[in-house]
């Protein structure tokens, strides 16, 4: 597995707030995700992914 991020490096990296992560997480929208112990990772390719998926959205509305 590769390098994993926490849930404040993931929102400083997309600019959404700790809100709108667990908004994310209750609606099933948030990018895949484990615990170790309390803590919540998120691997980098989820990320990306993740990052990739709302891109194309926006662009499609914007359309």
Same mark, same amino acid.
């Given at each position: 597995?590769?390098? /994993?991020?926490?849930? /404040? =490096?993931?929102?400083?990296r997309?600019?959404?707030?700790?809100?709108? @992560?667990?908004?994310?997480? /209750?609606?099933? =929208?948030?990018?895949?995700?484990?615990?170790?112990?309390?803590?919540?990772?998120?691997? =980098?390719?989820?990320?990306?992914? @993740?990052?990739?998926?709302?891109? /194309?959205?926006?662009?499609?509305?914007?359309?």
């Amino acid at each position: 597995m590769g390098k /994993a991020i926490s849930i /404040a =490096e993931f929102c400083r990296r997309t600019g959404v707030s700790r809100g709108t @992560w667990y908004n994310l997480k /209750a609606r099933g =929208e948030a990018p895949r995700h484990y615990m170790i112990g309390a803590r919540v990772l998120i691997p =980098e390719d989820s990320v990306k992914v @993740w990052e990739e998926s709302h891109i /194309a959205v926006y662009e499609q509305r914007s359309l």
